[in-house]
């Protein structure tokens, strides 16, 4: 039985991860770890760590040895980029792709090697000032008709037309409609707090921002068939005319 | 070259079946030879409606399987040389029809006709898909209400992904046509206005089919209405609509704005 009424609330959330890229031998790369690591003590305690293995190559069991090599220097491996599926196994770290390049790490003493870059292994937020990146964003020129669901979780959607009731539009960041927005918008679907909403026409069924959603009942009467903005402050969707 | 046109709504009760008859005895009526497509199966009623229902020997479902040859299976209307019925199967449903076996009718249909018009049915399934895959373009028919133009605006969608040309990366023909619009009840603000309607489906009118009892009457003597009664206000409707499908420019006037001009003048003073 379902007593509790509230709903669950998934939200996506973007980290900065340290990549490790090891090569061969490995037992030589270890050696070059352990002196990074005698240089800048516990630089990789308490830091996610994802190894990538994709210019190496090497079999199932090595693998398990490095990672059991690197668990006894206390670098733990949140996931293993770049693996083929048949190095993976249960009890292994869990495989990750669509990491994003990041400015390198600063590693304190004159380290050169081995060298530690990062990468982002969500998209991205605002929220990691430090990484300058331009944001992703898609522009499409046709209506969305009922039924049919745009989905850029990487960042903003702007379309040129109207969203039909029944229809969807879902962007990890804001959302634009120079038309009439008739179906559903959510901004900020991946975690963005920030992510904003403007439509030309607001007729919209339902409109939410970072989890936090409105029904087309919720709404000001006033502001139907108005072109207007949303945003998010705290809990609660703000909404104002756009002149 | 032969043009494919699929009819489809996506509701059901709109006009598909009425506004395919009426379409392809009015380009019959233009010398052009033309076949009407029942992909109806399970469900058929264009025969009804074209009056050839106890004509039906071999159906849509036996050519596609293999049991009978196309000229065994397609049905000359006894009033149009050129005007030529392929009905659907009632025993059998929409799983008998195979996309490769569709394709093989539609291909053999272009060596023979003009115009091949496909009366899809109701719904979003594999009838309806099936009945617009090959299509060169597609008549939307729509009525003046919320739910209709709703579902309307998803076989749009379906339009333009789900058929052969949108795959080849071409882009789907498509036209609305409003029917059963009635001017008293718009007058009333009963019904969908034609720009509101247009606003949302953004696709070219067609036409607009008045409300009649014209249409009725023609279906129940098993006539297309463009051939019971051609000079009905829903005959002429549709006489435009195919003069406006073969690239005439016919202006379109929607029916009863000019006696809603004297209804306004009337209105005030009775009131």
Request: net charge neutral.
């Given at each position: 039985?379902?007593?509790?009424?509230?709903?669950?609330?998934?939200?996506?959330?973007?980290?900065?991860?340290?990549v490790?890229s090891?090569?061969l031998?490995?037992?030589?790369w270890?050696?070059?770890?352990?002196?990074?690591a005698?240089?800048?003590?516990?630089f990789?305690?308490?830091?996610p760590?994802?190894?990538?293995v994709?210019d190496?190559?090497?079999?199932?069991?090595?693998?398990?040895?490095l990672?059991?090599e690197?668990?006894k220097?206390?670098?733990?491996?949140?996931?293993?980029?770049?693996?083929?599926?048949?190095?993976?196994?249960?009890?292994?770290p869990?495989?990750?792709?669509g990491?994003?390049?990041?400015?390198?790490f600063?590693?304190?003493?004159?380290?050169?090697?081995?060298?530690?870059?990062?990468?982002e292994?969500m998209?991205?937020?605002p929220?990691?000032?430090?990484?300058?990146?331009?944001t992703?964003s898609?522009i499409?020129?046709?209506?969305i008709?009922?039924?049919?669901s745009?989905?850029f979780?990487?960042?903003?959607?702007?379309?040129?037309?109207s969203?039909?009731s029944?229809?969807?539009?879902?962007?990890?960041g804001?959302?634009?409609?120079y038309?009439?927005l008739?179906?559903?918008?959510?901004?900020?679907s991946?975690?963005n707090?920030?992510a904003?909403?403007?439509c030309r026409?607001?007729?919209?069924?339902?409109?939410?921002i970072?989890?936090?959603?409105?029904t087309?009942d919720?709404?000001a009467?006033?502001?139907?068939?108005?072109a207007v903005?949303?945003?998010?402050?705290g809990?609660a969707i703000?909404?104002?005319?756009?002149? | 070259?032969?043009?494919?046109?699929?009819?489809?709504?996506?509701?059901g009760?709109?006009?598909?079946t009425?506004?395919?008859?009426?379409i392809?005895?009015?380009?019959?009526?233009?010398?052009?030879?033309t076949?009407?497509v029942d992909f109806d199966v399970?469900?058929?009623?264009?025969?009804?409606?074209?009056?050839?229902?106890?004509?039906?020997?071999?159906d849509?479902?036996?050519?596609?399987?293999?049991d009978?040859?196309?000229?065994?299976?397609?049905?000359?209307?006894?009033?149009?040389?050129?005007?030529?019925?392929?009905p659907?199967s009632?025993?059998?449903d929409?799983d008998?029809?195979?996309?490769e076996?569709?394709?093989?009718?539609?291909?053999?249909?272009?060596?023979?006709?003009?115009?091949?018009?496909?009366?899809?049915?109701?719904?979003?399934?594999?009838?309806?898909?099936l009945a617009?895959?090959?299509?060169?373009?597609?008549?939307?028919?729509?009525?003046p209400?919320?739910s209709?133009?709703r579902d309307?605006?998803r076989?749009?969608?379906?339009?333009?992904?789900?058929?052969?040309k949108?795959e080849?990366g071409?882009r789907?023909?498509?036209h609305?046509?409003?029917?059963r619009?009635?001017?008293?009840?718009?007058?009333?603000?009963?019904?969908?206005?034609?720009?509101?309607?247009?606003?949302?489906?953004?696709?070219?009118?067609?036409?607009?089919?008045?409300?009649?009892?014209?249409v009725?009457?023609?279906?129940?003597?098993?006539?297309?209405?463009?051939l019971?009664?051609?000079?009905s206000?829903?005959?002429?409707?549709?006489?435009?609509?195919?003069?406006?499908?073969?690239?005439?420019?016919?202006p379109?006037?929607?029916?009863g704005d000019?006696?809603?001009?004297?209804?306004?003048?009337?209105?005030?003073?009775?009131?």
């Amino acid at each position: 039985m379902l007593t509790d009424s509230r709903s669950i609330r998934i939200k996506g959330r973007s980290f900065l991860a340290v990549v490790l890229s090891p090569d061969l031998p490995l037992d030589q790369w270890l050696v070059r770890l352990d002196d990074l690591a005698a240089r800048s003590a516990g630089f990789f305690l308490d830091r996610p760590v994802v190894l990538d293995v994709t210019d190496l190559t090497i079999d199932r069991k090595q693998l398990k040895e490095l990672i059991e090599e690197l668990g006894k220097r206390n670098v733990r491996i949140m996931g293993i980029e770049g693996a083929r599926p048949s190095l993976l196994g249960p009890g292994m770290p869990a495989a990750m792709k669509g990491g994003r390049p990041a400015s390198d790490f600063e590693v304190e003493a004159t380290a050169q090697k081995p060298v530690v870059e990062t990468v982002e292994v969500m998209p991205p937020t605002p929220v990691v000032a430090e990484v300058r990146m331009p944001t992703p964003s898609i522009i499409v020129r046709e209506p969305i008709r009922s039924g049919q669901s745009l989905i850029f979780p990487e960042g903003d959607v702007t379309v040129i037309g109207s969203v039909s009731s029944g229809a969807e539009v879902i962007a990890g960041g804001s959302v634009h409609i120079y038309g009439a927005l008739r179906g559903r918008a959510l901004a900020g679907s991946v975690g963005n707090a920030s992510a904003r909403i403007f439509c030309r026409k607001l007729e919209a069924e339902l409109l939410a921002i970072d989890g936090i959603y409105k029904t087309a009942d919720d709404l000001a009467p006033d502001l139907r068939g108005k072109a207007v903005q949303l945003w998010l402050e705290g809990e609660a969707i703000m909404a104002e005319k756009l002149i | 070259m032969a043009k494919v046109v699929v009819v489809t709504s996506g509701k059901g009760g709109v006009g598909k079946t009425t506004s395919t008859a009426a379409i392809g005895a009015a380009l019959a009526q233009r010398n052009e030879r033309t076949v009407v497509v029942d992909f109806d199966v399970g469900l058929r009623n264009l025969d009804l409606v074209m009056g050839a229902e106890r004509r039906v020997v071999y159906d849509l479902v036996n050519v596609i399987q293999g049991d009978a040859k196309l000229p065994q299976a397609l049905i000359r209307d006894k009033r149009l040389e050129t005007l030529f019925l392929l009905p659907a199967s009632q025993t059998r449903d929409k799983d008998s029809l195979t996309p490769e076996g569709v394709e093989r009718v539609i291909n053999d249909l272009k060596k023979h006709f003009d115009w091949i018009i496909c009366d899809s049915p109701a719904g979003i399934e594999r009838g309806a898909t099936l009945a617009m895959r090959h299509a060169d373009m597609a008549i939307v028919v729509a009525n003046p209400e919320v739910s209709s133009v709703r579902d309307s605006d998803r076989i749009i969608g379906l339009l333009d992904s789900k058929t052969l040309k949108a795959e080849l990366g071409e882009r789907m023909e498509k036209h609305l046509l409003l029917t059963r619009y009635d001017s008293m009840r718009a007058d009333r603000g009963d019904m969908l206005k034609v720009d509101d309607v247009l606003e949302i489906l953004s696709i070219p009118l067609l036409g607009i089919i008045p409300e009649s009892t014209d249409v009725l009457r023609a279906s129940n003597i098993g006539a297309p209405v463009t051939l019971a009664d051609n000079r009905s206000a829903p005959a002429m409707a549709y006489f435009d609509a195919v003069r406006r499908l073969t690239g005439e420019p016919v202006p379109i006037a929607i029916p009863g704005d000019r006696r809603s001009l004297f209804g306004k003048i009337f209105g005030r003073r009775a009131a």
